[in-house]
């Protein structure tokens, strides 16, 4: 803030063009202050999220990731149908420092299931982000005892998936 400005005074003027606007105050002392700015802000750019979509059901793992790439948000989408393969995408992304920012989870999987990757993955010095995806509405609670970021029920409506992507981005 500039000291002995009076915004807002009758002499103000501002001059807009597609590269600058040029604000004119009038100081107490009646002399001018003029400032060049920017006639917009420069667009934000916000790293896009990596995301791994882990799902025993290859037809449930496409559709999730079908509506995972419609979201401009999304960057990288990886793929995992199980969770031995799922812990190995989080170690690679670590080891080349491109760790994933969020895991979509199914729960009910053969072996280890998607509740325990997520005590897992929770461990991890710089976890991902976790929403579960699944059938069973009966786990919703243990899945945010673990701190999930959203809880998703299939077959998964796309204004349910943008919501769960509003809540990663925003988390």
């Known amino acids: ?5 009076v915004p807002g005074d009758t002499d103000n003027s501002i001059k807009d063009s597609s590269v600058s ?9 009646g002399g001018n202050i003029y400032i060049n700015a920017p006639a917009a802000l420069p667009a934000r750019t916000e790293r896009k999220l990596r995301v791994l979509v882990v799902d025993d059901q290859p037809r449930d793992l496409d ?28 170690n690679r992304g670590r ?17 280890l299931n998607g509740m325990h990757l997520a005590k897992i993955l929770s461990a ?15 786990h919703a609670v243990d899945a945010f ?3 999930a970021v959203d809880y998703l029920l299939k077959p998964i409506r796309p204004t349910r998936m943008t919501a769960a992507v509003d809540k990663l981005v925003h988390h």
Request: proline share 5%; glycine share 4%.
């Open 63 to 90: 559709e999730i990731a079908r509506l995972l790439s419609v979201d401009s948000r999304i960057g990288k989408i990886s793929r995992a149908a199980d969770a031995m393969a799922a812990i190995m995408h989080i």
């Open 21 to 29: 606007v040029a604000v004119q105050f009038r100081d107490f002392h």
């Open 95 to 111: 080891d080349e420092n491109l760790p994933y920012d969020a895991a979509f989870l199914d729960i009910l999987m053969p072996g």
């Open 1 to 5: 803030m500039v000291s002995g400005v």
């Open 124 to 138: 991890f010095r710089v976890p991902p982000r976790i929403v579960f995806v699944t059938t069973d509405e009966k």
């Open 145 to 147: 005892e673990i701190e």
